[in-house]
């Protein structure tokens, strides 16, 4: 039977009405693949489409876990640095206008630029060559006026010569985001929707001028450690508050859209209903390198590379640390996918779209599905076993997660959690653990040694802080302190 998803009902022309059975069986797959995903906890929405036609347009799992509502293709998520190249977009939008150029300076737009700033050109923002540390800025969610960002700013030292070498910073964008407001004499949202938005066709993009309806907007997830469960954050809004979009957070992230919009914006970008040609062509124009080997280059909002075919790949992802977004176009292929996920599963984050560009140009590829997150594995492991059976986690975690758990970090949250419950047998062999599997890391027996002199095992504890010094770096040594502080309190 051939899988029609649940697509764009207010756009019907965009539909592939005449899918073949190669078409009919990748849809099939990617539809497989992530409705099997959503038992461990997947929630997101997807599309995929060819040739400038839509195969699959689809939500999975909840938007709204607590009212059990459904995500669909249209349901609003934080896109995240998505965001930037609407930012950048807007930006060549006034270019277009004749009112600036890339090659304006910030002393041409803002009144007492410090000398280290005031040469530093459109062009280095857009393209994160400007210099700026990525420190700066304070939290999305803090609310700030555009005034106190300014000032900050311009307060902050630079971390390189302008010019000088690409590193990512969203204060860059942020402060691009103010001088749309200034050249246009328009708040940023309104110019991105008089100008980006309606004529694409966008009807659920925005920071907060759609207005949605509480049911179209998708809450973020997290897990908590502490709670042994998934804590729903809310929507993006309710982080706002009354007062709407920080300007800590407004120009390099947290547009809100849906995946049947992002398309129409590639549609829009493709047929040049946007930007004229010339400075689309500019948009798209890989400007810099943004790793040592070259293999990717930044442009203006976008990473420009090559897929393993050799044709040209326009990209970028984005997250607000909860919510997590993807938009790739394989312009020289003609193929788009969309990914944007409500809920923090690691593997959802880093292998859903790389997994379904596999399938789109690999016919045999089978992806694993989507595991729950390794530390509600490990309490699940922990409900079902003593911990004499410590020695099967790794291979437990390994067959459910599809490899290896690298990250050291999750045994100690966990152990030091069980320590506050009194949970001592577990937390000990949950550090015990760590130690076996990262022998080198002497952090990992600094906390084993904590939770060892926690749970009364001073001996443990003592033999745990040694070795932990003995295998210390010679300088710039992390926990040798502490070490050094708790086996002096030990020894009294």
């Excluded at 200034?182 to 694409?200: C, D, H, R, T």
Aim: aromatic letters at 12%; proline letters at 4%; one cysteine or more.
């Amino acid at each position: 039977m051939i899988l029609i998803a649940i697509l764009l009902m207010s756009s019907p022309n965009l539909f592939a009405t005449d899918i073949g059975s190669s078409d009919s069986i990748l849809i099939s797959r990617v539809d497989t693949y992530l409705t099997k995903s959503v038992s461990n906890g997947f929630s997101g929405a997807v599309l995929v489409a060819k040739d400038g036609k839509i195969l699959i347009a689809k939500g999975y799992g909840l938007a709204d876990r607590k009212h059990e509502i459904q995500v669909e293709s249209s349901t609003v998520f934080n896109i995240g640095s998505v965001t930037k190249q609407f930012t950048a977009a807007a930006i060549l939008k006034l270019v277009e206008q004749e009112k600036i150029t890339t090659s304006d300076t910030l002393a041409k737009f803002f009144d007492d630029v410090p000398e280290d700033k005031k040469n530093i050109t459109i062009h280095q923002l857009l393209t994160h060559t400007a210099g700026i540390s990525p420190q700066t800025g304070g939290p999305r969610y803090e609310q700030a006026s555009r005034e106190r960002f300014l000032r900050e700013f311009f307060e902050t030292e630079l971390d390189t010569k302008p010019g000088s070498r690409f590193e990512y910073a969203n204060a860059g964008y942020i402060l691009l985001a103010a001088i749309v407001e200034y050249v246009s004499g328009q708040a940023f949202e309104q110019f991105l929707s008089q100008y980006l938005f309606k004529p694409a066709g966008m009807i659920n993009t925005g920071y907060t001028r759609p207005e949605w309806m509480e049911h179209q907007l998708a809450h973020g997830y997290y897990y908590s450690v502490a709670e042994k469960g998934w804590i729903d954050w809310g929507t993006t809004p309710d982080q706002w508050g009354p007062e709407g979009v920080s300007w800590y957070g407004i120009g390099k992230g947290d547009i809100q859209s849906t995946v049947e919009d992002l398309f129409r914006w590639h549609q829009a970008l493709q047929l040049d209903e946007i930007l004229k040609d010339e400075l689309r062509v500019l948009y798209e124009t890989p400007f810099v390198p943004e790793n040592s080997a070259g293999t990717s280059h930044y442009a203006y909002g976008w990473a420009i590379m090559e897929s393993e075919r050799g044709s040209k790949v326009v990209t970028h992802n984005g997250s607000n640390g909860l919510f997590f977004a993807d938009f790739i176009r394989f312009v020289e292929d003609d193929v788009v996918i969309i990914y944007l996920t409500n809920a923090a599963l690691p593997t959802a984050i880093d292998d859903v779209t790389r997994n379904i560009s596999r399938m789109v140009f690999e016919p045999t590829y089978e992806p694993k599905v989507v595991s729950k997150i390794s530390y509600e594995l490990i309490f699940e492991f922990i409900k079902e076993n003593k911990p004499d059976k410590i020695g099967a986690l790794p291979g437990y975690l390994e067959q459910k997660l599809g490899s290896k758990l690298e990250d050291r970090r999750v045994f100690n949250q966990i152990g030091y959690q069980l320590l506050k419950e009194q949970r001592c047998d577990w937390s000990i062999a949950l550090l015990q653990l760590n130690v076996q599997l990262f022998p080198n890391d002497g952090n990992l027996f600094d906390s084993l040694g904590e939770v060892a002199m926690g749970c009364g095992q001073n001996g443990l504890a003592v033999e745990s802080f040694n070795r932990a010094l003995e295998i210390a770096p010679i300088e710039n040594c992390g926990w040798c302190d502490n070490s050094r502080k708790h086996l002096l309190t030990i020894s009294k």
